[in-house]
C-alpha cells in the first residue's frame, strides 16, 4: 500500500507544537506562514538567515520531518545554495524550491495569475547547484505550472526535467481554476519520485486518491494557520474590549493551551539580536546513540564522508527514522510486587551461551571508524559476553576477527554474482570457528544513498574490505584481468555485488553447503519468513539494514510481531533496525523477538574510543535493560513478552 503523509502549515515553535499534537507526519514551513508570524506581509523581506532562525526555533521543539519553503526560486542561485546549507545547519529535513519568478499576493487565487515560470533548464541548474552543496537535506522541486495556467503535460515535462537535475521529490499545487489537473499529473510523476501537493484550496480533497499512486505528501497551510491566527486574535480583541472574562471564556480553552505549548517549547539560551529564538536543535536520527558524546567526537574524528556513509540512511532518510521513532512510540506496562531483586539477563541462541540478548549487527569497513576495526568491535562483545557478527565486506579477515571473539563469532554473507566466492568465505568462517552464517537476502541492489552520492563516496576505493584477499577472490581477479588489466579489487567487487539474480535456489545451496546454523537476515514479510524456515533457515532475523536500503519499506518493529507469529516456535527471531537504548531492546524482545542486533551506536563508540568505546556502548545497553526488567516486574529475559506492550484487554 502507498504511503500518504500529511504536512501542516506551521510559522513558530507554538504551532510545531499543535501540529505534532494533531497527528502531522510532516511540518511545512511555508513563507506566508513565516512571513505573517514577523509581520511581514511581502514574503520576499524574510531573509535566508531570519528564516534559518525560526527553523532552529522549530527544531528545538520537534523531531518532526520539517520541510521549508523560502521561495528560493525567485532569488539566485547562490540565494538558492546558502539556503540550502544554513536551513539544513539548522535541522530542516528538506528545502523546497520553486520556479514561479512572480511575485505572488495570494496563493488561494482561484485564477490563473500570468505568473512568469523560470526556464525549465536553468531551474534545474539550479537544482542541481544545491543537491551538490548540500550535505544531507533533501531538495524538493516544485512547479507553478499549473497555478500558472501552463497545463499537466507542461508540469509533467518540468517535474521529470528537474527529478533528472536530481530533485528527491517533486512538488505541484493547483488552486480552484487549475484543480482537475492536479490528479493526471499525479499519476504520471508519483511513481518516478516520492510527491509533495498543496491542493488546500480544493473543495472536498481526497487525499487518499493522491496516494494510491505513489509515496505522497499533502501539505494543508495557510487556511490551517490564518484561521488559528484568526480564532486567536479575536479572543483576544473581545477581552480587551469588553473587560469581562465571561464573554469570552469558552474560547480562552485554546488560547490557554497556546501558552502553555509555548511555555513547554520554551528555549533557555538566550535570543540572538534577531530577537527570533535558536536554541539548539534536537539530536539527529544518527546522532540518538547511547552515548551522545561519542557521535560528537566520531565526527571529530571520522572524514565528512566516512561519516556521512555510516550515519546516512536510503532517499530522504525517512526509513531510517521511522525505524526509530516506531521503537519509541511503543509503551510498556510494567506488573508490580513481583519480586526483582535477583535479576538475570543471560541467554542462549543456537547454542552459544549469551551474558545478555545482545549482539552487534554485521557491518562493514569498520575501518573507516579506527584502525583496529572489527577486531576491536569483536573484542568489546566478546569482554561482556555478547555477540559479534563479522560483514562479508569486513576491513579484517575473518582469521584475525576470531582471534578476538573466539566462540562467540557469526560470519555474514552476501551471495555474490560469483558464489564460489561466498562458498570461500563460509569455508573460511567455518574453520575460523564462527558459531553460525548470517546471510543477508534483502539487497538486490544497492539502496540509494544521497549522502555517498553527493561526497562522491565510493567504499570500496576508499576502504578495500579483506574480502578482496579471498584465495577465491584473488584468483578471480587474476582471470578477469586477461580480459582487462586495468580491472581493480574495487572494481571487481563492483562486479560481484549485488546480484539481484539470487533466489530460494541459492538459499537452499546454502543450506547444503555448510554445517553452522543459518541465520536469514532481512526479512519483513511473514510468508518470507515461512518459506525461509522451510528452506532450513534455523533463525530469522527482522531487517531494513538499518533504513539505508529504502525509504519507503515498513518499520523493523511494526513487521516484528507478524514475523513472529509466522514461525511460532520453529526457531527464533532476531531484530535489528532502530535499536538505540536498553528499553528499546526490551520493548523487541516483549514483542517476540529472541535478541536484538545493534548497529550504528556500536560505530560511534568504536570511531570515539576504539574498543573501550565499544565496551561503553554495550555495556550501557546490557545496563539499562537490566534496568527496564526491574521496573518492568521480569526478573529474567523470558519475562519480556507481549502481555507488557501498550494497554491491552487484560481478563
Not at 133 to 142: G, P
Not at 256 to 279: I, K, S, Y
Not at 315 to 329: H, K
Not at 616 to 640: F, Y
Request: hydrophobic share 45%; aromatic share 4%; proline share 6%.
Amino acid at each position: 500500500m502507498n504511503e500518504l503523509r500529511i504536512g501542516i502549515g506551521v510559522h513558530s515553535p507554538i504551532t510545531a507544537l499543535l501540529a505534532e499534537e494533531a497527528g502531522a507526519d510532516v511540518l511545512w514551513l511555508g513563507s506566508l506562514e513565516m512571513s505573517a508570524s514577523r509581520g511581514v506581509p511581502d514574503r520576499e523581506v524574510l531573509e535566508v538567515t531570519e528564516v534559518a532562525a525560526i527553523v532552529r526555533s522549530v527544531r528545538a521543539v520537534t523531531s518532526l520531518p520539517i520541510y521549508v519553503d523560502a521561495d528560493t526560486g525567485r532569488g539566485s542561485d547562490e540565494v538558492a545554495v546558502l539556503a540550502t546549507k544554513l536551513y539544513e545547519e539548522a535541522g530542516a529535513t528538506a528545502i523546497c524550491v520553486e520556479d514561479n519568478v512572480f511575485p505572488k499576493r495570494n496563493s488561494l487565487d482561484d485564477r490563473f495569475s500570468g505568473r512568469e515560470l523560470l526556464g525549465a533548464e536553468a531551474f534545474a541548474e539550479r537544482i542541481s547547484a544545491m543537491v551538490a552543496a548540500r550535505r544531507s537535506i533533501q531538495v524538493i522541486a516544485r512547479t507553478e505550472a499549473l497555478v500558472a495556467g501552463h497545463g499537466a503535460d507542461v508540469a509533467v515535462r518540468r517535474l521529470r526535467r528537474y527529478a533528472a537535475a536530481g530533485a528527491d521529490a517533486l512538488f505541484a499545487q493547483a488552486n480552484r481554476a487549475s484543480a482537475d489537473q492536479l490528479l493526471p499529473v499525479v499519476e504520471r510523476i508519483a511513481p518516478l519520485r516520492p510527491m509533495v501537493l498543496a491542493p488546500t484550496v480544493l473543495p472536498g480533497v481526497d487525499a487518499e486518491a493522491f496516494a494510491a499512486h505513489g509515496p505522497v505528501t499533502v501539505i494543508f497551510a495557510n487556511v490551517v494557520i490564518r484561521n488559528l491566527v484568526a480564532q486567536t486574535s479575536r479572543v483576544l480583541r473581545d477581552l480587551m474590549a469588553s473587560r469581562r472574562l465571561e464573554n469570552v471564556l469558552p474560547d480562552l480553552a485554546g488560547v490557554e493551551r497556546l501558552f502553555e505549548l509555548a511555555e513547554h517549547g520554551h528555549a533557555t539560551d538566550p535570543p540572538p539580536a534577531t530577537g527570533v529564538p535558536v536554541p539548539e536543535p534536537r539530536p539527529r536520527v544518527e546522532e540518538r546513540a547511547t552515548r551522545p558524546s561519542d557521535v560528537e567526537t566520531a565526527r571529530v574524528r571520522m572524514t565528512e564522508a566516512a561519516f556521512d556513509y555510516c550515519a546516512g540512511g536510503a532517499g530522504d532518510e525517512s526509513g531510517m527514522r521511522r525505524n526509530v521513532e516506531r521503537l519509541d512510540a511503543l509503551t510498556l506496562t510494567p506488573r508490580v510486587l513481583r519480586d526483582v531483586s535477583a535479576r538475570s539477563t543471560l541467554t542462549e541462541l543456537l547454542g552459544t551461551p549469551l551474558s545478555a540478548p545482545l549482539l552487534v549487527t554485521p557491518m562493514g569497513l569498520q575501518a573507516l571508524c579506527h584502525p583496529r576495526a572489527e577486531v576491536a568491535t569483536a573484542a568489546a562483545a566478546h569482554s561482556l559476553g555478547l555477540g559479534f557478527t563479522l560483514s562479508m565486506f569486513s576491513s579484517r579477515p575473518v582469521e584475525e576477527v576470531a582471534e578476538a571473539a573466539p566462540d562467540r563469532l557469526w560470519q555474514q554473507v552476501y551471495l555474490l554474482r560469483e558464489r564460489e566466492v561466498s562458498w570461500s568465505l563460509v569455508g573460511r568462517a567455518e574453520q575460523a570457528g564462527a558459531r553460525a552464517v548470517v546471510c543477508t537476502v534483502d539487497v538486490p541492489l544497492v539502496g540509494r544513498r544521497s549522502r555517498d552520492a553527493r561526497n562522491g563516496f565510493r567504499r570500496f576505493d576508499t576502504a578495500p574490505p579483506a574480502i578482496v584477499q579471498d584465495p577465491c577472490f584473488v584468483d578471480l581477479l587474476a582471470h578477469r584481468r586477461r580480459r582487462d588489466p586495468s580491472l581493480t579489487p574495487a572494481g571487481l567487487v563492483a562486479e560481484l555485488f549485488p546480484d539481484p539474480a539470487v533466489s530460494w535456489a541459492d538459499l537452499a545451496e546454502l543450506r547444503s553447503r555448510t554445517r553452522l546454523p543459518l541465520v536469514v537476515k532481512g526479512v519483513l514479510h511473514p510468508q518470507d519468513a515461512r518459506r525461509a524456515v522451510d528452506a532450513g533457515a534455523d533463525a530469522i532475523q527482522v531487517s531494513t539494514h538499518g533504513g539505508r536500503q529504502s525509504d519507503r519499506h515498513v518499520a523493523a518493529a511494526d513487521a516484528l510481531p507478524a514475523v513472529v507469529a509466522a514461525v511460532g516456535d520453529r526457531v527464533p527471531v532476531l531484530f535489528d533496525s532502530g535499536v538505540r537504548t536498553g528499553a528499546h531492546v526490551a520493548t523487541v524482545l516483549a514483542l517476540g523477538a529472541r535478541a536484538v542486533l545493534v548497529g550504528r551506536p556500536v560505530l560511534w563508540g568504536l570511531a570515539a574510543r576504539g574498543q573501550e568505546g565499544v565496551e561503553g556502548v554495550l555495556r550501557s545497553l546490557t545496563e539499562e535493560l537490566d534496568h527496564t526488567m526491574a521496573l518492568l516486574g521480569a526478573p529474567a529475559v523470558d519475562g519480556l513478552d507481549r502481555e507488557l506492550i501498550g494497554v491491552r484487554e487484560w481478563a
